[in-house]
């Protein structure tokens, strides 16, 4: 859940990460977000490959030992076993949806996992960060002549960087 929230990746994105998925280029700590590696990966769209930055909560809240603690196997999340009909997330979303929330009390209609998605675009558009910014961290295709012809190549990782630091909870 705190992957959802500080990036705002998609359900499956999230449950089918590779250990080797979580990488540093200098000191910039990212998800590579992919379908390479395990024949069931997918993401749904080509612009959802992406690296998504690290947010330093997450490397607080001690993200980055739980990935050392699980180098030896494949998987970030081996519970999650494949299911045709919803990829790697469809147990995890189930048990969010249908019995974490209730038992918390604040199910209600439209709050889901995905609503880590809406939260991170949302808080990133009130701090004024770039449309086209937060369009590469969560994955959505930039729109216009700029953003798919000049802008092909995206933002560099340092820009996608200060950009989700800006995210508060």
């Not at 009909?85 to 189930?94: E, F, I, K, Q, S």
Request: glycine share 10%; proline share 4%; charged share 25%.
């Amino acid at each position: 859940m705190l992957l959802g929230l500080f990036t705002g990746a998609r359900l499956n994105e999230i449950c089918q990460l590779d250990i080797a998925d979580i990488q540093q280029d200098g000191d910039q700590w990212f998800l590579n977000i992919t379908d390479e590696g395990d024949d069931n990966k997918r993401v749904k769209a080509s612009a959802s490959r992406r690296k998504v930055p690290l947010h330093t909560e997450l490397i607080r809240l001690g993200f980055l030992d739980f990935v050392e603690s699980r180098k030896c196997g494949q998987r970030l999340f081996p519970d999650y076993s494949y299911n045709v009909n919803g990829g790697y997330g469809r147990n995890l979303g189930r048990w969010y949806n249908e019995s974490f929330l209730p038992k918390l009390g604040i199910k209600k209609p439209g709050i889901v996992f995905h609503s880590f998605r809406h939260t991170m675009v949302t808080r990133l558009g009130r701090a004024d960060v770039p449309e086209p910014i937060y369009q590469c961290i969560v994955g959505h295709a930039r729109a216009g002549v700029t953003q798919q012809v000049y802008l092909r190549q995206g933002f560099t990782l340092r820009q996608l960087s200060e950009a989700i630091e800006k995210f508060r909870v």
